[in-house]
């Protein structure tokens, strides 16, 4: 079903053009401007951004209202025409994109008016909000492109901002090398990326959705394979899914809200709505939804171990999105209905995340930036609305009935467990053990930061709450993190029918949903229950020897080591070598040679003496060779 291009009859949907133009604008103000508009360019960002959200609410129910919900198509000019190959410079805004403008813009508008308080001393206040305001306009471009080269656009321009946003505090060496590690890993996904998106040339001559997709079945499945393989490349490196996920807990050296707004609502939801957006070309080919799934699973039983055993309040909680994204993925690779259900749980993540690290954020500012659990504990007598807005997000994510999270992860599992063979078994088992370890950790979380004895540094003296600039944001996350849920499970399956058909699950092959809801909620009380029986009267101090897999789980399980001894280290010496090569072999060469003629003419210009008698002798010698060689080949 193709998008219908903009006429009269579609109206005010004409100008949508309006959602990245906006916060681009904004964002050129600010970095342009310079000191001139420090004293309000942070509201002008956070202006630009609730304008967006607006436009974006009105756009949703304009299309809602449409006979024809396919979408609205805008050419805006042509970008590329060379031959019979064009590229337009064109928008898309049909059901998909409007649920990202819709998360982007409103968790990204929250994000923003906290960041008005959290940013408040920082003399690069105005800086941040114009980088801000660019990650935004990038990421609405990303997910409005109508074909693939405008997403790969706002693709690069979503990881040029998230850089310049986590190397923001860039005299902190830990902030410069995190962005380098992020901008650097994000280019290994994004060439898989852009390699794909060449294929697409080369086989179909167009890389625009909709002929793309309409061409897909007529290649053959091993190509297939390979350009969905590449995408799940790119989608991995963005989403930091498994091998590429070891970037994202870095990226917390940044700011609080850059942290939010990366592992909430935007940059690392881009590699599943990728997928979510190229469903015909993984659907073509099964062997990929199987890698999809594989990766999924994967990635979220190792953000889960990873979470148990760290001490930072916003590395637990990133270690936990790069868990949270595994479930999206496992959700996009199981096809069919799962596609609505990982987009649920996708939309859900958002509000209950956001809130969770911005409640992070929030007990920094309480407690004079410390971020390490064990130094917290009985915050909630000081903190009362963070603490409870925290603790909404908490059972949120662990999935207790009826939050948002029971909603949206619960049937994953449940269709994990409904794929055919004994996969249903390991990827449903994968899935579930997920469950039990996300509550283990998310409850020793919130136990060690809100209750259990005092445990501050001497430096501490009053830890209060934030002032309200801060705490609205945390309530209105909140109220979605509980409402959120039921309301997105009942409507989104709907809203999407026009991309996804009206394909319901088929029924239970392994166990029903109903025991599946109360499998997955016993499992998250024991998950819950231990963590709370091990550390309700607080932990360590000191981080103590443990065994193998929490020391594993410490060092990243090892992640970056093999990143480094596998990767790194042969780069560095083949990088090494080649300069070696360079200096000593061509350029060796190059002034060996340059050397010689220069010392064989120099000592050449020593025999031109200017004296008669040398060349006399000189003539003489010469003629003696030459008599001397004429009897050697007479008479040799």
Known sequence: MEPIAYSAATGWLGSFWLLPTIPLASAAVLLLLGKRADRWGHWLGVLSVAVAFVLGLTYFFTLRGLENRNGVELKLWDYIGVGNFHVDMGLLFDPLSAMFVLLITGVGALIHLYAVGYMEHDPGRRKFFGYFNLFIAAMLLLVLGNNYVMLYFGWEGVGLASYLLISFWYLRPSAATAGKKAFLMNRVGDAGLAIAIFMMFAYFGTVNYAEVFNSVHGLSQGTVLVMALLLLLGAAGKSGQFPLQAWLPDAMEGPTPVSALIHAATMVTAGVYLIARSHPIFDASPDAQTVVVSVGALTLLIGCIIGCAKDDIKRVLAWSTVSQIGYMFLGVGLGGAAYALALIHLLAHGFFKAGMFLGAGSV?????????????????????????????????????????????????????????????????????????????????????????????????????????????????????????????????????????????????????????????????????????????????????????????????????????????????????????????????????????????????????????????????????????????????
């Open 364 to 636: 920094m500012h309480g407690m004079h930036d410390q971020t390490d659990i064990r130094r917290f504990g009985g915050l909630w007598k000081y903190m009362r609305i963070t603490w409870v807005t925290f603790g909404l997000g908490w059972l949120a994510i662990i999935g207790i009935p009826p939050l948002s999270g029971f909603f949206s992860k619960e049937p994953i599992i449940t269709a994990a467990f409904e794929r055919a063979g004994w996969t249903g078994w390991l990827y449903g088992g994968a899935a579930l053990l997920g469950a039990g370890l996300t509550a283990f950790y998310m409850t020793r979380l919130f136990i060690l930061t809100f209750h259990g004895p005092e445990r501050w540094t001497e430096d501490i003296k009053h830890p209060h709450e934030s002032p309200s600039v801060m705490t609205i944001p945390l309530i209105v996350l909140a109220v979605g993190s509980v409402a959120a849920g039921g309301l997105l499970a009942t409507s989104v399956p709907d809203w999407l029918t026009p991309l996804y058909g009206s394909e319901h699950p088929e029924p239970a092959r392994h166990l029903n949903e109903v025991l599946m809801s109360v499998i997955g909620v016993v499992v998250v009380l024991i998950g819950g229950g231990l963590s709370w029986a091990l550390f309700r009267r607080g932990t360590a101090l000191q981080e103590q020897p443990a065994g193998p897999l929490v020391t594993a789980a410490r060092n990243n399980l090892y992640t970056d080591s093999f990143n480094e001894i596998v990767f790194e280290a042969p780069g560095r010496y083949l990088t090494r070598a080649l300069v070696y090569l360079d200096n000593r072999g061509i350029d060796g060469l190059v002034n060996g040679l340059a050397a010689g003629v220069g010392g064989g003419s120099g000592r050449l210009r020593r025999a031109q003496t200017g004296f008669v008698r040398s060349y006399a002798l000189s003539i003489l010698g010469g003629a003696v060779l030459v008599v001397a060689a004429t009897l050697a080949v007479r008479f040799g």
